[in-house]
């Protein structure tokens, strides 16, 4: 819970959403002589429990796989299915979509469970509403993107064929290169980075608002305005709602743009 809501929970009703609300305390701050001091936020929660969730689930199912799979083996299989089949080998074929399934198919679901924690009570934000996250997921698949496309083409034909647009007349290369380069190498991680950042952090601040807003409009000591509090609130279950499709939505798109890079490395032109 942040801060605010802490305070307002406990009665303060002149304490409206703001930067502080995106102030995540430290866990342990009265230990101050430990190494945890400074280490483990709501945040840093999130993102290992995340990484725990997805562990013990995948152990669990796969305890005694069968050839006939129980109901956790199948939820767990059509998990990865779901990806394997929608992204992996639809955007590069059977034989090279299954190579690269196993990743997109974690990425996707580190990614749709961290997000979920945005909607889980006393909870409420999601770790990709810091844009470290996503920007070490963007840089990640980044990595992963260069070192394919070398790898399969080698350093300057992989350039070459990133930078230069087949059958763009030689005089306007001074100005399509640049933009080209600019654009398939620099930008590519910012932009997955972005994307995930912006439509969590804009979820997260709009929840704030509702919720905060009822709190405030409960405690401010007048019946028609405290009246208007139950509209503040159900808006904020109504936002909730869209906020899960959101969710998964971001999840998709980012494992989705990712398979495309992938692709586009192995692919002789683009």
């Known amino acids: 819970m942040t801060d605010s809501a802490m305070v307002l929970a406990e009665g303060d009703s002149h304490f409206p959403p703001g930067i502080?609300?995106?102030?995540?305390?430290?866990?342990?701050?009265?230990?101050?002589?430990?190494?945890?001091t400074h280490m483990f936020t709501t945040i840093t929660f999130?993102?290992?429990?995340?990484?725990?969730?997805?562990i013990v689930f995948f152990l669990w199912a796969y305890r005694k796989p069968q050839i006939v799979p129980s109901k956790k083996q199948w939820l767990?299989?059509?998990?990865?299915?779901?990806?394997r089949?929608?992204?992996?080998?639809?955007?590069?074929?059977?034989?090279?979509?299954?190579?690269f399934a196993p990743y997109l198919a974690t990425l996707f679901l580190f990614i749709l469970v961290m997000n979920f924690w945005a909607i889980v009570p006393g909870i409420q934000v999601s770790p990709n509403s810091h844009i470290a996250f996503p920007l070490m997921l963007g840089v990640l698949s980044w990595?992963?993107?260069?070192?394919?496309?070398?790898?399969?083409h080698g350093f300057v034909k992989f350039m070459k064929?990133?930078?230069?647009?087949p059958g763009a007349p030689w005089?306007?290369?001074?100005?399509?290169?640049?933009?080209?380069?600019?654009?398939?190498?620099?930008?590519?991680?910012?932009?997955?980075?972005?994307?995930?950042?912006?439509?969590?952090?804009?979820?997260?601040?709009?929840l704030l608002v509702f919720i905060l807003g009822g709190f405030e409009l409960l405690n401010s000591g007048n019946l028609l305005i405290q009246g208007l509090s139950v509209f503040s609130f159900a808006m904020g279950i109504g936002m909730t709602f869209f906020e899960l499709i959101v969710i998964a939505l971001q999840a998709y798109v980012f494992t989705l743009l990712t398979g495309m890079y992938i692709q586009g490395s192995l692919a002789d032109e683009h």
């Open 20 to 36: 502080d609300s995106f102030n995540f305390a430290d866990w342990f701050s009265g230990l101050s002589d430990t190494a945890l």
């Open 46 to 54: 999130g993102v290992w429990a995340s990484v725990a969730v997805l």
């Open 76 to 83: 767990a299989e059509s998990a990865y299915g779901f990806i």
């Open 85 to 99: 089949n929608t992204v992996a080998i639809d955007l590069m074929g059977k034989k090279t979509g299954v190579r």
């Open 143 to 152: 990595v992963i993107y260069m070192f394919i496309g070398i790898k399969q």
């Open 161 to 165: 064929i990133t930078c230069v647009p």
């Open 171 to 206: 005089f306007i290369y001074p100005l399509l290169v640049p933009i080209e380069f600019l654009q398939n190498i620099i930008l590519r991680p910012v932009t997955l980075a972005l994307r995930l950042f912006a439509n969590m952090f804009a979820g997260h601040l709009i």
